[in-house]
């Protein structure tokens, strides 16, 4: 396997089963962005000094790590992986990795299948809010092999997610559908604000299969829905929505309850709106 050129996907790798599905769908991000892939474990030391003896947890930790690099060279054979054991919280070891890195990936935790609840403190959210870099969430179960979707409310950060969608969608070689969420009572000023944004965004990309759709109902909600049979979810990391923080109203919504995997767009230039 040879380096690819640039920052790396990095992705942390938990104990659970969920976690070797993290390893495989940021392999394959990797691939298709032609990234090398960083696997990171966070180890405790603190839980391991309570253990008859740390030996036996220290050992846990090299297995987990030594498979997770296993399955990515099963995944991608084509990709150089890096496998590596740190101390510390995972969450603030991947905020400091983001802000070198590609992309950081990180399993949800179960909190798509936690119908109702909002849990603030996931390590996914915390990253999601505070990464330097866009964020892939990885469900328990694989993505089906559906459309890329983006959701689209003419901010800046949207316009920035769209473009990055684009990039995804054509190195997956799937369609792109694009999503713009008219709330009730608000007045729609006409779909071709939607149009314009993906012509834009779509300038580098002319010939992907793109689908526009101006759809009335609650943001979240609609998104979550035509998430189902999408392979992942784009969403930039506040929409039209500053005020509320490092996330907004919507990308907490899809991280909650999207049943695929979602990626939050942040740290990314204007560039990206573009497709370039």
Do not use: K
Not at 180 to 190: L, T
Not at 222 to 234: G, I, T
Not at 239 to 253: F, H, I, K, N, Y
């Amino acid at each position: 396997m040879t380096g690819s050129a640039g920052t790396p996907v990095v992705a942390g790798v938990g104990p659970s089963a969920q976690g070797m599905q993290v390893v495989r769908l940021a392999a394959r991000e990797a691939a298709a962005h032609g990234r090398d892939l960083a696997l990171l474990h966070a180890f405790n030391w603190e839980a391991a000094l309570q253990a008859p003896s740390v030996v036996g947890p220290r050992a846990q930790a090299e297995e987990l790590i030594a498979r997770a690099a296993e399955i990515a060279n099963e995944v991608e054979p084509g990709v150089s992986v890096s496998a590596e054991i740190v101390e510390g919280s995972p969450v603030e070891t991947l905020v400091r990795r983001s802000e070198t890195a590609f992309m950081v990936a990180i399993g949800d935790g179960g909190m798509a299948g936690c119908e109702g609840c909002v849990p603030a403190d996931s390590p996914a959210v915390q990253l999601a809010a505070r990464a330097g870099c866009p964020v892939l969430v990885a469900r328990r179960e694989p993505p089906p092999s559906g459309p890329v979707l983006v959701g689209v409310d003419g901010s800046e950060s949207a316009l920035t997610a769209l473009g990055f969608a684009f990039d995804c969608a054509f190195r997956r070689q799937a369609r792109l559908i694009a999503v713009r969420v008219v709330e009730p009572g608000r007045p729609d000023v006409g779909e071709e604000v939607l149009a314009e944004a993906v012509a834009r965004a779509g300038r580098g990309h002319p010939t992907l299969p793109t689908e526009c759709h101006t759809v009335r109902g609650d943001p979240g909600t609609v998104l979550v829905e035509q998430s189902r049979s999408a392979q992942v979810a784009v969403v930039g990391a506040r929409g039209d929505e500053p005020w509320r923080g490092m996330l907004g109203a919507v990308s907490q919504t899809l991280l909650y309850h999207a049943p695929s995997p979602v990626i939050v767009v942040r740290g990314l230039t204007e560039a990206a709106q573009d497709g370039t």
